[in-house]
Each structure stands twice: as C-alpha cells, then as structure tokens.
C-alpha cells in the first residue's frame, strides 16, 4: 500500500509540473481526458491551482467543467450507439431499471447530481446512461457542466479555508460518512431543482396574466 501511494504521489507531482506552464488549458486538457475514461485526478489538479493561483479560481473551475462535459462526449458516442443493450449487459437488470426509471423522471438531474459527486461514485456508468437512453447531447453537455462548477466551485472554496490537502479531507469524510455526504448534497440539489421550480411557475403565471 505505500509502494503504490509513493508511486501515486510521483504521479501527481510529475503531473503538476507537466501542466503548470498550459495554465488554465492543462486544468481543460486533464478534465477531457478524466472524463474521455483515461481517469486522471482532476480534482488535485483543479485544488492545486486554485491554491496556487486564488484569485482565477473561477477560470479554473469552468475550464475544468468544459473539460470534463467535452471528454464526456466519447462516452456519449459509445453509449449512443451501443443503446441499451450495452447497459443490460454490464449491471444487474433492478440496477438498470432503477436508473433507467431515474432518467425517465428527472432525466437531466440524474446526470448533473452524479457529475457534482466525488468518486467513488460511478459517474462514467450514469454518462454512458445517459447516452443509451437517448438524451440530447445539448442537454447531457449542459447537465454535465453545470454538475462539475457545482462540485469545482465547492472544491475551490475549500481549498481556499482547509489548503490544498482538502481532497484528502474529503476523501476521508466520503469514506466515513459517504451517507451523510450523499444526503447533504442531495439537500442542495433538492434546493436547487426547488428555486428552478418556483421560478418557472412564477413566470408561467406572468406569461399568462399577460
């Protein structure tokens, strides 16, 4: 286990040196290929930029987002073409019921809720989801982006309070409280689909009083 952790710390840090010099366009290049199924550490990436550099955090935090929705778009070609079948074949059918079902509801929250989560959660199964059970690819962009300046925003704002050995902290707080994380963010997403809600039936009622 600390052969493997030292190899992963060389890793990173050879990583981050790699990068440094692209600036904004490394943190967009590393958040393609994270997502294109390379897997890369993004989310150390992103933290050690913000802490180097607070004051762009917001550029950090969208050229990772762009990243991450346009490598998405190889998993969704994959996904698209291999329709459901390619699910069926790779999770137990309640699972794929289940998820399916989930994407029949609230089709664009059951991507952008599991693309502001930290792993473990299985983010790439629920993109090539998305994509077999035909979503539009403006939308499926969409719902990725807005799902990962959530998660990079909350992410810079703690590396700005905690430093950059936040991912550790959270990986850490996932680990030992994974329930209590999950139904945290699950409070801000129900918040946050709540206000759209609210929003959309107020101009409704505009639109109609006109």
Known sequence: MHFIKTILGKYSTWLKAALLPLGPWGVFIIGALDSAAVGLPLDPVVAYFVFINPHLWWL????????????SMIL??????????????????????????????????????PAMLPPPTPYKLIVLSAAAFEMDWHKFLLAIFLGRVARFTILSILVKVFGENVIEIINNLVKQHLLATLLALAGIVFLVFAVWKLRQRKNSKVEAAA
């Open 60 to 71: 950090y935090v969208i050229m990772a987002s762009a990243g991450s929705a346009a490598g």
């Open 76 to 113: 969704y070609l994959i996904g698209y073409k291999g329709g459901e079948a390619l699910l069926e074949k790779r999770m137990p059918k309640a699972r794929f019921e289940k998820i399916k079902k989930s994407f029949e509801d609230h089709e664009f929250l059951a991507l952008m809720f």
